[in-house]
């Protein structure tokens, strides 16, 4: 083996040295499987609260409905779908406790794609919804909010477990 061979062959494995050891990196910062699932139900648990607020001002009581509120609890989704949540679906989170017993079903890791896609569609959806409430057209932000409502749903068909 020529010396510039071994050379180039012992900088590759440096690269994937620094790669594996980035990503390790990256693993470690999504937290253990108990943080991933607190964090993953504290998220999930946040924008619940937030699309019921919107819910309750759009469409159960619209004589209720505040610009200002319904911006805030957009932005909240918003920021929340576009976190990343992804990453708090690390190995070995469909067992486990974070606040309580986690939902999620082991199909989760067969079916990463169709929820890749799901995720896609949230957070879309979360932009879309906030524009909305920004322009303030009551109409439009119930359609918005049920393209919103439709990737949650689709998403806890798949791979959470019912109550
Ligand atoms: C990518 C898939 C996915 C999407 C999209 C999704 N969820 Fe979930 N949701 C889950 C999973 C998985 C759990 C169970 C988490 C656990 O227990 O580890 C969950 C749990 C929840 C919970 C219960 C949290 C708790 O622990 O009490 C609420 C509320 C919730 N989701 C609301 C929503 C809302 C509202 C949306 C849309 C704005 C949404 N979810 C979108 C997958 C998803």
Known sequence: MSINLAFGIT???KYLLALILMLSFFKVSAGTVEDQIKIR??????????TTKIKSQI?????????DQVIAATEVIFAIANSGLLDLYGAGTHQ????????LKLDYFQK?????????RLVKASIELKASANLGDLAVIK??????????KSCHDLIRIRD
């Open 59 to 67: 469409i159960d009581h619209p004589e209720t409905y505040n610009k």
């Open 112 to 120: 990463q794609e169709e929820v890749k896609e799901i995720d896609a």
């Open 41 to 50: 139900q504290s998220a999930y648990s946040l924008m619940g609260w937030n």
């Open 143 to 152: 359609e918005q909010f049920g393209k919103l409502g439709a990737a949650c």
């Open 96 to 103: 486990g406790t974070g606040w309580k017993s986690t939902r």
């Open 11 to 13: 900088m590759q494995l």
